[in-house]
C-alpha cells in the first residue's frame, strides 16, 4: 500500500479538492479585499454565488483532510529516507516536498480551526492563509511535475488489481465522505440534517440564524436613543429611525454567507441604498463607504462599490425574518446586498459616506 500507484489514486482525490479549494479560495479574496482595478467588476450575480463558492472551499477543505492524511500515510516511508540526499537535485526535490508538507498541513489547520472560529496564533488569519495557499499549489505545481513520469507509469490500475490496496482507498473514500456530508450542511440546505459536525447550525440563532460577533462582543448591545443614519454626500442629511420607516420599504432573500463556512438565507426588509445615495446626491458611479456604530473591530467600516450599492437588492435592513433586527443581528440597522462575504454584511450601521 506503500506504492506508488497508491500515491496516485489519493493523488488525484486530493489534487481534485486542493484546486478547488485554491480557486474559490482566490475568489473569497478578492471579493472581501479586491485589487483597485478589479473593484468596480465583480459581480454581484448569481446573488448567492459566494454561498456556492465559499461553501464548496470549506467542503474540499474539510474533504483534504482525511485525504491528506491518507496521502502522508502512504508516502511516509520515503520521507525518512536514509541517507537524506543523494544528489543536488535529490535533495532539492525533498526540499520542495518538505516546504509542500509543511505548508499543506498548516494550510488545512489553520483552515479548519477558522471555520470553528478558533484563532489560537499571534498571526493574522487571512494573510497566512492566502500566503500559505500560494506556497503550497506552488509547492504541488513543482510535485507534480517531478513526479510527471512516475504518475504516467501508475495513472493505470495494473492487472490484476490489489484487493487489500482497493479496501484501503474505499476506506479513505469513505472517510473523506462522510465528513463531507456530515459537514457541508452548514451551507448546503438540502444536507442540513445531516450536519452533524459542522460547527455551526444555519437555522440555529436569534431570528432563525446564527451570529457571528454578538452585540455584546462589540460593545453595541444598546443603539444610541439619539440614534440618527448620517448619509454624506454632496446633499448630507441625517434620518431618524422613523424617517427611515416612512421612505419606500423593500425586500430582499439574501444569504449571509460567512467566510468561515455557514450560510443562511433571511428574508430582509428596509430602505435600498441606491435610494438613500440619491437623496444624499450621490452621482451615479459614487461607492459609499458604511461605518458601523461599533467602537473598534476589523469590519467597524465596509466599502461598497457603485455597483452592488445601486442594485435593487442591496439594503439598509431594518428587518429580518418579519421582524425588527435584534441587537445580535444588527439593530438598529444593518447591510445586506448580493454576493458578497458576510464580513462586509455590516451591522449595527450608523453612516453612509458617498466616495
Ligand atoms: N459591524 C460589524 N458588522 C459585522 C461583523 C462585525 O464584526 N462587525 N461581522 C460580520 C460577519 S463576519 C458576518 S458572517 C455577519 C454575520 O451576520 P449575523 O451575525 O447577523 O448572522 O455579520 C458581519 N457584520
Ligand atoms: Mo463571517
Same mark, same amino acid.
Request: with cysteine.
Given at each position: ?167 484501503? !482507498?474505499?476506506?479513505?473514500? $469513505? *472517510? &473523506?465522505? %462522510?465528513? #463531507?456530508? +456530515? ?25 432563525? !440564524?446564527?451570529?457571528?460577533? $454578538? *452585540? &455584546?462582543? %462589540?460593545? #453595541?448591545? +444598546? ?133
Amino acid at each position: 500500500m506503500h506504492e506508488p500507484r497508491t500515491a496516485v489514486v489519493l493523488g488525484r482525490w486530493l489534487g481534485a479538492a486542493l484546486l478547488t479549494c485554491f480557486l474559490t479560495g482566490l475568489l473569497s479574496h478578492l471579493l472581501q479585499q479586491p485589487p483597485t482595478w478589479l473593484r468596480d467588476h465583480l459581480p454581484s450575480r448569481p446573488v448567492d454565488g459566494y454561498r456556492v463558492s465559499q461553501g464548496l472551499h470549506v467542503v474540499s477543505g474539510t474533504a483534504a483532510i482525511p485525504l491528506l492524511g491518507a496521502k502522508l500515510w502512504t508516502v511516509y516511508p520515503r520521507l525518512f529516507e536514509w541517507p537524506p540526499a543523494r544528489s543536488v537535485a535529490h535533495a532539492l526535490e525533498r526540499l520542495g516536498i518538505a516546504v509542500l508538507v509543511a505548508s499543506m498541513l498548516l494550510e488545512v489547520f489553520t483552515g479548519l480551526l477558522n471555520t470553528l472560529q478558533w484563532y489560537p496564533w499571534p498571526f493574522p488569519f487571512r494573510q497566512t492563509h492566502f500566503w500559505l495557499g500560494w506556497l503550497a499549489t506552488g509547492g504541488l505545481l513543482l510535485h507534480v511535475a517531478a513526479k510527471a513520469p512516475l504518475i504516467a507509469a501508475h495513472w493505470r490500475r495494473p492487472r490484476p488489481g490489489l484487493a487489500q490496496r482497493r479496501a484501503f !482507498l474505499t476506506a479513505v473514500t $469513505t *472517510a &473523506a465522505a %462522510a465528513v #463531507t456530508l +456530515t459537514t457541508a450542511g452548514q451551507s448546503v440546505p438540502w444536507l442540513r440534517r445531516l450536519d452533524l459536525l459542522a460547527p455551526r447550525r444555519p437555522d440555529l440563532g436569534p431570528q432563525g !440564524l446564527p451570529v457571528n460577533r $454578538t *452585540a &455584546a462582543q %462589540a460593545g #453595541t448591545t +444598546t443603539a444610541p436613543a439619539d440614534w440618527r443614519l448620517r448619509v454624506d454626500g454632496p446633499r448630507p442629511l441625517e434620518l431618524t429611525m422613523d424617517q427611515l420607516l416612512q421612505l419606500p420599504q423593500y425586500n430582499s432573500e439574501l444569504p449571509i454567507s460567512c467566510v468561515e463556512g455557514w450560510s443562511a438565507s433571511a428574508h430582509w426588509s428596509g430602505v435600498r441604498i441606491t435610494e438613500l445615495l440619491d437623496l444624499a446626491g450621490a452621482p451615479n458611479g459614487a461607492g459609499v463607504r458604511v461605518t458601523s456604530l461599533e467602537a473598534d473591530g476589523p469590519y467597524r467600516v465596509m466599502d461598497m462599490p457603485a455597483h452592488y450599492a445601486r442594485h435593487p437588492l442591496t439594503l439598509l435592513a431594518l428587518r429580518v425574518n418579519g421582524q425588527v433586527l435584534t441587537p445580535d443581528h444588527g439593530y438598529p440597522a444593518r447591510i445586506i446586498a448580493p454576493n458578497r462575504p458576510g464580513v462586509l454584511q455590516t451591522k449595527w450601521v450608523s453612516r453612509l459616506e458617498v466616495l
